[in-house]
């Protein structure tokens, strides 16, 4: 087809079943072929090559499903090794990498799993993480499952001093896609503060007023062009003197996507989220799409965060 594929992992949990369903729906709203990826942690090659054949009973389980009859190609995969090595590789050949929050292993209290948090960090494509029903705020059904909002609605978390060009671009799609609404929210800090050579004495050159405004110039200028791009998506801007993340939490309440760049920091033990993306993907109640801004998030506009 020509098309890059949307990318699920699944382990037969509940969780994995939810971001299936989720990736389908996005497979299908992009025309582009399903690809849904089992790892076996301790098989063997030829194990990982009778899944393939048929011989996964977590893929077997899933043949079936009639919600996946209707995409335009679906294709199975077994491989063979460590998830949280091998699922953040997969976003090379993807366009979207899909998780559920948790998976089978580890402790079941646990906000967020480790393959979630290394597809988010390392991974080439964007990232969506689909959240338990159970996080506080999460509106549920009869059948315990989340109940969608009844304004669609895709929130942008973006920094206003930053240029963050592939996240702000990507929410813009994705609220076209959906013919939702698009919710920019940023947050800053006041009074600015110096390094600890000047005492952390605030900076007065300008009233807190006159840096709002000149932020609120800098983002509009950068979602210029996307607004342009996508002119039938109703923007509204949120630009406040708070914490980023728990604005965006609190958003995603009433949001069906949360979306933020990836801003990963470099730490000697290896790359790591930026906080605001680590925060909303631990305590967001809708999905959460992470949006690397360039091939190795070395430096420009994806450092930070």
Do not use: K
Not at 47 to 76: H, M, Q, T
Not at 222 to 227: E, V
């Amino acid at each position: 087809m020509g098309t890059s594929p949307v990318i699920v992992g699944v382990d037969g949990s509940p969780d994995s079943e939810r971001a299936l369903r989720w990736a389908a729906e996005a497979a299908r709203v992009r025309s582009a072929p399903l690809r849904i990826v089992h790892v076996w942690p301790y098989a063997t090659a030829e194990r990982a090559a009778a899944g393939e054949r048929g011989g996964d009973a977590v893929l077997a389980d899933l043949r079936d499903r009639p919600f996946l009859a209707a995409l335009p190609e679906v294709e199975f995969r077994a491989l063979s090794g460590l998830a949280d090595t091998l699922l953040p590789a997969l976003g090379a050949e993807g366009q979207l990498l899909v998780l559920g929050s948790r998976g089978r292993g580890g402790f079941a209290s646990l906000l967020l799993g480790s393959n979630g948090l290394a597809c988010a960090a390392r991974s080439a494509c964007p990232v969506v993480v689909v959240p338990r029903p159970d996080r506080a705020g999460t509106e549920r059904g009869p059948d315990g499952e989340a109940v969608p909002p009844a304004v669609r609605q895709v929130t942008l978390g973006v920094d206003a001093a930053s240029d963050e060009p592939a996240a702000i671009g990507f929410a813009f799609a994705e609220a076209a896609r959906r013919g939702a609404r698009l919710r920019v929210v940023s947050g800053y800090t006041w009074p600015m503060l110096l390094p600890p050579a000047f005492e952390y004495a605030a900076v007065y050159e300008s009233t807190q007023p006159d840096y709002e405004d000149a932020l609120a110039l800098q983002l509009a200028d950068a979602l210029a062009p996307h607004r342009a791009r996508h002119p039938g998506v109703e923007v509204a801007v949120q630009l406040r003197a708070e914490d980023a993340a728990g604005q965006l939490v609190a958003a995603s309440v009433g949001s069906d996507l949360l979306v933020v760049a990836r801003h990963r920091r470099r730490l000697p033990v290896g790359p790591r989220l930026g906080s605001v993306a680590h925060a909303v993907l631990l305590h967001a109640v809708c999905p959460v799409a992470v949006v690397p801004e360039t091939a190795d998030d070395d430096g420009g506009a994806g450092s930070g965060g």
